[in-house]
């Protein structure tokens, strides 16, 4: 069915930025949402930002807003993380999903990728 890669993580110095990247194929996405989540080592997966495929609306978990930001490009089935002031707090394995509700929990989303390394240093 649905398959999700993540792209572009890779280590970072604080203070730094990256883009990630999730290419999403195999169906449609209209009344999607589309988030990014995180799992650092011997923590919970947290969620760090979503947005509805089919409209312009986006939200942040408070420890992202002001340095991150959500994006899509339809015509490429794509969903993007801009990371800037990078912090070593944000080191962590982000994954891309999509689901029918979703939003900023994590059983509201169906499909998982395989997840991308984000490593800042300090």
């Known amino acids: 069915q649905v398959q999700l890669v993540e792209s572009g993580g890779e280590l970072v110095q604080a203070g730094g930025s990256l883009r990630l990247s999730c290419a999403a194929s195999?169906?449609?996405?209209?009344?999607?949402?589309m988030g990014w989540f995180r799992q650092a080592p011997g923590k919970e997966r947290e969620f760090v930002a979503a947005i509805a495929w089919s409209e312009r609306v986006t939200i942040y978990a408070d420890s992202v807003k002001g340095r991150f930001a959500i994006s899509r490009d339809n015509a490429k089935n794509t969903v993007y993380l801009q990371m800037n002031s990078l912090k070593p707090e944000d080191t962590a394995v982000y994954y891309c999903a999509a689901g029918p509700t979703g939003w900023n929990r994590s059983n509201g989303y169906t499909y998982w990728g395989q997840g991308t390394q984000v490593t800042v240093s300090s």
């Open positions: 195999g169906r449609t996405f209209t009344n999607y949402r």
